[in-house]
């Protein structure tokens, strides 16, 4: 005989997925964050801040450990309580970006890349500079 899901067990479903998916942003988020350590291609701050929101959505052991993390922690914690970005992350952000699409341009990338990237990198930049700093 087949079982009806009753609303609330078809609601648990929902919000356990919803949390996961927002789980898998917020690694996904943290891994670009890694990455742009190492590659000058991608800024680190923004996909930090991006992790702690994903994180605090889907899994609040993980939001906690990215809180307390050395490097990450104090970043997330000023904007969260502040919306303040570091000034030296803006400029390492808006420096890397340059550099990003100035290698891009160099290396001969079409044209297309370069307006396209180029678009999102002023519109990233914009709203970076745009924050307050301490």
Same mark, same amino acid.
């Given at each position: 005989?087949? #079982? #009806?899901?009753?609303?609330? #067990?078809?609601?648990?479903? =929902? %919000?356990?997925? $919803? &949390? ?12 670009? %964050? ?20 994903? %994180?605090? &959505?889907?899994?609040? =052991?993980?939001?906690?450990?990215? #809180? ?6 104090? =970043? ?13 992350? &803006? ?16 290396? $001969?990338? %079409?044209?297309?890349?370069? =307006? ?9 930049? $914009? ?8």
């Amino acid at each position: 005989m087949d #079982e #009806e899901l009753n609303s609330a #067990e078809v609601s648990a479903m =929902a %919000a356990q997925s $919803g &949390k996961t998916g927002f789980r898998i942003l917020a690694y996904i988020a943290i891994g670009l %964050a890694a990455i742009g350590v190492v590659l000058p291609l991608i800024p680190t701050t923004p996909f930090v801040l991006l992790a702690a929101f994903f %994180a605090s &959505k889907g899994s609040p =052991a993980f939001a906690t450990w990215l #809180e307390g993390h050395p490097s990450f922690g104090p =970043a997330i914690r000023d904007w969260q309580r502040n919306r303040v970005i570091p000034l030296t992350a &803006k400029v390492l952000a808006c420096s890397m970006m340059m550099l990003s699409w100035s290698l891009l341009l160099f290396l $001969g990338a %079409a044209g297309t890349v370069l =307006a396209i990237s180029g678009i999102f990198m002023v519109c990233v930049a $914009g709203y970076i500079v745009t924050r307050p700093s301490y």
